[in-house]
C-alpha cells in the first residue's frame, strides 16, 4: 500500500482542515503520513513529528539553514524559480 506524505503545517486552512482531507483520502489503497508539529490531533494517521517551520518569504532552495535543496523543477531541467 502506498504511504503519501502530507504536510500538515502548510494549509490555508490550518493543519485540523489538512488531517481531515487525508482522512477522507484513506482506503485500503492509500495511506497518509501526517507531517507535523508533535502533538497534533492526527485521529488516528501515522504522524512525523517536525521541528522546523519554511517561512512564506522564505525560498524554497535556501530553506534548509542555507543548503541547496533539489527541488522537482530543477530535476525536470526547470531552473525558473
Not at 534548509?64 to 530543477?74: F, I, K, M, N
Amino acid at each position: 500500500m502506498p504511504r503519501i506524505a502530507v504536510d500538515a503545517m502548510g494549509g490555508d486552512r490550518g493543519p485540523e482542515a489538512v488531517v481531515e482531507g487525508a482522512l477522507a483520502a484513506r482506503s485500503d489503497e492509500l495511506e497518509p503520513v501526517i507531517f507535523g508539529s508533535a502533538g497534533l490531533d492526527t485521529r488516528g494517521l501515522p504522524l512525523v513529528p517536525t521541528t522546523q517551520v519554511v517561512g512564506m518569504d522564505e525560498k524554497r532552495s535556501t530553506s534548509a539553514g542555507g543548503q541547496s535543496l533539489p527541488s522537482t523543477e530543477a530535476q525536470n531541467g526547470n531552473t525558473a524559480e
